[in-house]
């Protein structure tokens, strides 16, 4: 009886979040709100379930709401290519073939992706169905290959699907990069399932809210490149500009949020990054999924390969070599996902600056190891404000085109004064650290903070004012102007200086519909079209033909289902 109340309380605050999710279209675009009754309905068996039971089920139901998404033949032919790149990990060959094997699949499905190789028969391969095969795989089958050389206790191959096939990776193609060992071992028996769920609602409804702020930074805060003008106008752009990074926040935090519900206690994507007091730090804090691919698979392997130099060598040339592979693989994952390298070149100088600094602070730290003074109050506030400062400013030059890039230069040399200085450094630090510093309440080992009934409550409390504001009676009571703004945010779309100039960035190009997006949707379209979808305006007794130039017109007073 303990048991249904608990599950209950778990669902009721699942739903509201879910409900919050649908009323403002959360990712709409990419198909996430077909998914909500998926993760609502596969939480209820989850929870009920055996644990042994629980991680099988969950690659049946990805696998299930894969086919349903996509259709016949694409969701199985998802799943059948999945299956084969894993199994060509596990061929019977020496290591380096089997890693061989796996590039030379990888070369024939980008020469698929990019309309090299064209298959006539089955045009929606490049468009819908590699770039679904992508999402899933085109990171962690790098993760898996190393992990699967290192690996010391063999996984099932539960684990070894489940890894892959992860539910919220069917609508979310920017993915965190889930490590396959942290994977296995944050799912564990005896865990209170009902808190680990409490701890991912919380999650997924922080992701949310990220992700509707998102964009209102993106439609009211981020100015025009050619408006900007003079070094207040200057701050703004580089505050906004840095505030789209929201959406990727959103993103993460909806996607692990989603895991942690159906029991994977995985750790915080983001580590309160806004209060870092060195640009190490802020590498540490900002993504760190990504800093521990990096780490893993270039920074240990280089650090001991150069350390014959000097340790001080080997940092330094591991570091710069960590940022040009960030570089490179954020162009590949541009080639995968828009099927271009198009667009994939911007961001060497915020992945150069940013590494150079990186690299010079390594090595200043272990010139004075051991010598280390404790700072100032002063200090420890100024360091964080200056650190975030920089970061906005090279983050400019990334995730917008080089004119604004250029705009919010131009408007920051045009100040007369150090007070402007002194102005943007306290805006932007205050803004930003401000924010970032709420980004995750939940630091390493502390799970449970986030797990708590207070939090839980204040988060629910949280969505039944979401809700109310747009479904409930303060919602009709609040000014036009104020209805009209709670319109546009429960929506995706461009602002108007993308829409006419077509200048976003690296995070807005990526995920801004193209080909995939018009593809999936067709063929989510054709899937859940009505019988009578096709029928003509005169079929449907709504029109009739004139046989002169207009061909039809309309029979007036008729009223009948049309498309709807």
């Not at 029991?263 to 804090?285: E, I, K, N, Q, T």
């Not at 162009?331 to 690299?359: C, D, I, K, M, P």
Request: charged share 15%.
């Amino acid at each position: 009886m303990r048991k249904a109340a608990r599950v209950l309380e778990v669902t009721g605050q699942l739903a509201l979040v879910l409900a919050v999710a649908h009323v403002y279209n959360v990712e709409q675009t990419y198909g996430f709100t077909l998914l909500l009754p998926w993760i609502l309905g596969g939480f209820l068996v989850h929870m009920w379930l055996p644990f042994r039971w629980r991680l099988p089920f969950f690659v049946l139901l990805t696998g299930s709401a894969l086919v349903w998404l996509l259709g016949f033949p694409h969701g199985p032919a998802v799943i059948a290519l999945g299956v084969g790149l894993i199994g060509l990990c596990h061929l019977p060959l020496a290591f380096r073939w089997r890693v061989m094997m796996v590039v030379l699949a990888g070369a024939g499905l980008a020469a698929l992706r990019s309309g090299r190789v064209v298959l006539p028969a089955w045009q929606a391969l490049p468009d819908v169905v590699i770039p679904m095969l992508a999402g899933l795989f085109m990171f962690r089958l790098i993760v898996y290959l190393h992990a699967l050389r290192h690996e010391r206790t063999p996984a099932t191959w539960w684990e070894r699907l489940g890894y892959f096939f992860l539910l919220p990776n069917l609508c979310m193609p920017l993915f965190p990069v889930v490590d396959f060992a942290t994977f296995r071992r944050s799912r564990q028996a005896g865990r209170d399932p009902a808190a680990t769920a409490r701890k991912g609602i919380v999650w997924m409804f922080r992701g949310i809210t990220h992700l509707i702020a998102y964009r209102a930074v993106y439609l009211y805060l981020v100015p025009d490149p050619a408006t900007v003008e003079g070094p207040g106008v200057a701050v703004q752009y580089m505050v906004a500009t840095f505030l789209l990074y929201l959406r990727v926040s959103g993103l993460f935090h909806l996607a692990v949020g989603v895991l942690v519900l159906f029991g994977w206690d995985l750790p915080p994507v983001f580590r309160r990054y806004g209060l870092a007091s060195s640009f190490r730090d802020f590498w540490r804090r900002a993504n760190s999924y990504w800093r521990d691919f990096m780490h893993r698979l270039i920074f240990l392997p280089v650090v001991m390969r150069l350390r014959r130099y000097g340790i001080g060598m080997a940092v330094v040339g591991a570091v710069l070599l960590v940022f040009g592979v960030s570089w490179l693989l954020h162009a590949y994952q541009w080639f995968w996902l828009r099927g271009t390298l198009a667009g994939a070149e911007t961001g060497w100088v915020f992945w150069g600056s940013f590494g150079g600094l990186v690299a010079v602070q390594a090595w200043m730290d272990l010139r004075r190891r051991g010598r280390e003074k404790a700072g100032s109050m002063i200090g420890r506030m100024v360091r964080p404000m200056a650190v975030m400062l920089v970061v906005v400013f090279l983050w400019m030059f990334w995730t917008h085109s080089a004119a604004g890039a250029t705009g919010g230069v131009r408007g920051l040399v045009e100040a007369k004064t150090m007070l402007w200085v002194v102005l943007i450094g306290m805006i932007g630090g205050a803004v930003v650290v401000g924010l970032s510093g709420g980004i995750t309440r939940c630091r390493p080992g502390e799970g449970g903070s986030d797990a708590s009934h207070g939090v839980a409550w204040w988060a629910m409390a949280g969505a039944a004012g979401l809700l109310l504001l747009t479904t409930g009676p303060v919602g009709h009571l609040a000014p036009p102007d104020v209805r009209q703004g709670l319109a546009e945010l429960q929506r995706d779309r461009f602002n108007q200086r993308d829409d006419v100039l077509g200048n976003a960035g690296y995070y807005e190009g990526l995920l801004a519909p193209g080909s995939y997006t018009a593809a999936l949707w067709q063929v989510l379209g054709r899937a859940r079209r009505p019988a009578a979808w096709d029928r003509t305006l005169v079929e449907a007794g709504a029109a009739r033909l004139t046989g002169d130039l207009l061909g039809y017109a309309l029979v007036p007073g008729r009223a009948t289902p049309f498309r709807g």
